[in-house]
């Protein structure tokens, strides 16, 4: 009797592993968190409250990141200009490319701690992690696609209304829906890795050059490139042009002329890998944006007050060193993270 | 005898004409205690009217604005929130999740049904026109608010309050954009419209009387009021600023309050 109580556990327990086994869906991974918080990183923007990450909602949103459906003509996706080895920036694009070959007025920015942005886009003109992918999605020289028909194509895809019941228990296919699963994809994309971060955590130290380089950075870029984020997610204009006709920044949302020619500070972290720089890409390397704030800032009437005393004073010397330290930002697991990886 | 028949058809049709004027009135009720009455469904009707003709969205009519100008509309859309019925003592009830997209093109959105309003006898209803801050801000909506209307700005988030779109002949380029919006700042496009519907009173008894509100909107007064706004002057406005705020001081009031059907069931 014991014998055979035990032979039918054993078989049930069998089937149940069989059974389990023909489910296609991988389990959730339960070795790392989709999202944390690092160590040191600020509190979050708060904007995950109503929308917690979970293994399926950041399973749909990285199969619609990677899906071009989201454009018109389906040959866009989000990473076609955010690609994982750039930091999920478009390298070497100086601007955004759209269908049929258009061309958009920014560079396409890198994504990562997103969670700790409030507001999105070069000019801060987004102001929800959930409302920011509507914007590629609609605009006529980036994917031209109506939200409306979007959610139609993923109506009537074979797959997607089981992946949404599956992310949100219910597969009735939402705008809020789709962005929420989007916005948890874009969230996980947390870079605290980098060489840098560990010789905070007290894993690694710099070389001579890269300390020399940090105590640079330290006294010339920090208050805009504000640490551990690398970014005060400010507005700010750092003396690039004289006149703002043709990109007006932040103005274009506040309309506020004292906001003309400013942009939101990016961050420097991964900056080495997600080339070119400033909001329309004009400068391809660190060396040339180094050499922008030694000998090429602009003074307008909007230029930020820690650059309207001039060009800062910095040595050839002293910039291999900044480029040194710079490049202890890059994030290797992160630019590597199979989790983010589109196959 | 035939003068007597006819006093009696005199007295019976006076009665009824009487009565009828009563349907806003309660029945007395039999007993002393006070009247009690059901919760149940308001229906707020929106007519969109250009001044003394009923709207027509498909641009085959043209119509004359304050500044003289010859426009037609092809597409009239506005958002309804916020909406507070008046109580017969002058308290307010606030209609939980109350947000109505209008679009002149939609039959199906000119009622906005406003669900288990308390029973009682109202006089007013309150609304807003555009979306209050708080849903501006909060990331993606559903329901009304869906930004896949074709009501959300994504550029600077935000929605569109109100759009007015159609032909003219004022424009050099032959048609006219009016998309209006802000959510906050001194150009904000949300305006408070309040309706008094004296000496009518909407009695809510739920499953025992309908209570349908009609409203009208009158397109014509986008144009004027305290503000004209010329087509040839300015064609497009689709971003918050001062132009955009003087059309919201004039869609300020565009409604009015028509007429009630509160018959008993």
Same mark, same amino acid.
């Given at each position: 009797m014991k014998v055979n109580l035990k032979y039918k556990l054993l078989l049930l327990l069998s089937m149940v592993v069989i059974v389990h086994s023909c489910v296609p869906d991988v389990d959730p991974?339960?070795?790392?968190?989709?999202?944390y918080q690092p160590e040191g990183?600020?509190?979050?923007?708060?904007?995950?409250a109503n929308n917690p990450v979970t293994y399926y909602g950041f399973s749909l949103g990285k199969k619609l990141f990677y899906d071009?459906?989201?454009?018109l003509d389906s040959?866009?996706?989000?990473?076609s200009c955010h690609q994982q080895f750039a930091a999920f920036a478009h390298l070497d694009h100086k601007l955004s490319h759209g269908i049929n070959d258009l061309e958009g007025t920014r560079n396409a920015p890198p994504l990562f701690?997103?969670?700790?942005?409030?507001n999105f886009f070069w000019d801060g003109g987004s102001n929800h992690i959930e409302v920011q992918p509507i914007a590629p999605i609609t605009n006529p020289v980036e994917m031209d696609e109506s939200v409306a028909n979007v959610i139609f194509k993923l109506k009537r895809s074979s797959y997607y209304p089981a992946m949404f019941k599956k992310a949100?228990?219910?597969?009735?296919?939402t705008t809020q829906a789709m962005t929420r699963a989007l916005a948890q994809f874009m969230s996980s994309l947390?870079?605290?890795?980098?060489k840098y971060d560990k010789v905070k955590a007290g894993s690694a130290t710099f070389t001579v050059d890269e300390q020399n380089g940090y105590m640079l950075f330290k006294s010339?870029?920090?208050?805009?490139?504000?640490e551990p984020l690398m970014t005060d997610l400010s507005y700010r204009n750092?003396?690039?042009?004289?006149?703002?006709?043709?990109d007006p920044g932040r103005a274009r949302i506040t309309?506020?002329?004292?906001?003309?020619g400013k942009f939101k500070v990016p961050s420097l972290r991964n900056i080495a890998v997600s080339?070119?720089?400033?909001h329309d890409g004009r400068l391809n390397s660190l060396s040339k944006v180094i050499d922008h704030y030694r000998s090429g800032v602009i003074q307008s009437s909007t230029i930020d007050p820690l650059l309207s005393g001039g060009n800062m004073s910095i040595t050839d010397a002293e910039k291999q060193q900044l480029i040194l330290f710079l490049n202890t930002l890059t994030d290797p697991t992160f630019l590597n993270d199979k989790r983010f990886s589109e196959k | 005898m035939k003068n007597k028949l006819y006093s009696l058809f005199m007295i019976a049709f006076v009665a009824i004409a009487v009565s009828s004027c009563n349907?806003?009135?309660?029945?007395?009720?039999?007993? +002393? !205690?006070p009247t009690t009455y059901n919760s149940g469904d308001v229906e707020l009707n929106f007519e969109n009217i250009a001044g003394s003709v009923f709207l027509?969205?498909?641009?085959?009519t043209n119509y004359v604005n304050a500044s003289g100008e010859t426009f037609s509309v092809t597409n009239f859309r506005y958002y309804i929130s916020n909406v507070k019925l008046i109580k017969e003592d002058g308290s307010k009830y606030e209609v939980p999740n109350s947000y109505f997209l209008i679009n002149?093109?939609?039959?199906?959105?000119?009622l906005a049904e406003l669900t288990d309003i308390p029973g009682g006898k109202y006089t007013g209803v309150e609304y807003m026109i555009g979306v209050d801050s708080a849903r501006n801000v909060s990331g993606a909506q559903t329901g009304?608010?869906?930004?896949? +209307? !074709?009501?959300?700005?994504?550029?600077?988030?935000?929605?569109?309050?109100m759009k007015l779109e159609g032909q003219s002949s004022a424009s050099s380029n032959n048609s006219f954009v009016y998309h209006i919006g802000g959510y906050?700042?001194?150009?904000?496009?949300q305006r408070t419209v309040s309706l008094d519907f004296t000496p009518s009173v909407v009695i809510v008894d739920g499953g025992k009387r309908e209570a349908e509100i009609h409203i009208t909107t009158d397109v014509l007064e986008i144009f004027k009021n305290p503000n004209n706004i010329s087509i040839a002057t300015q064609s497009t406005i689709m971003s918050v600023g001062a132009a955009s705020s003087n059309i919201a001081t004039n869609y300020a009031d565009m409604f009015s309050f028509d007429h009630i059907h509160n018959d008993p069931l």
């Open positions: 991974p339960v070795t790392q968190p989709l999202f990183f600020p509190a979050t923007s708060g904007q995950l071009p459906i989201l454009s040959t866009i996706s989000c990473g701690n997103l969670a700790w942005h409030s949100f228990g219910s597969d009735s296919i947390i870079s605290a890795n980098s010339k870029c920090e208050s805009c490139h504000k750092n003396g690039l042009d004289l006149h703002f006709a043709a309309l506020q002329p004292s906001d003309s080339y070119p720089y400033m | 349907d806003d009135e309660t029945t007395p009720s039999t007993n +002393n !205690g027509d969205p498909t641009g085959a002149a093109n939609d039959t199906n959105s000119l009304a608010l869906d930004p896949a +209307n !074709g009501m959300f700005w994504s550029w600077s988030s935000g929605y569109i309050f906050s700042g001194v150009n904000r496009g």
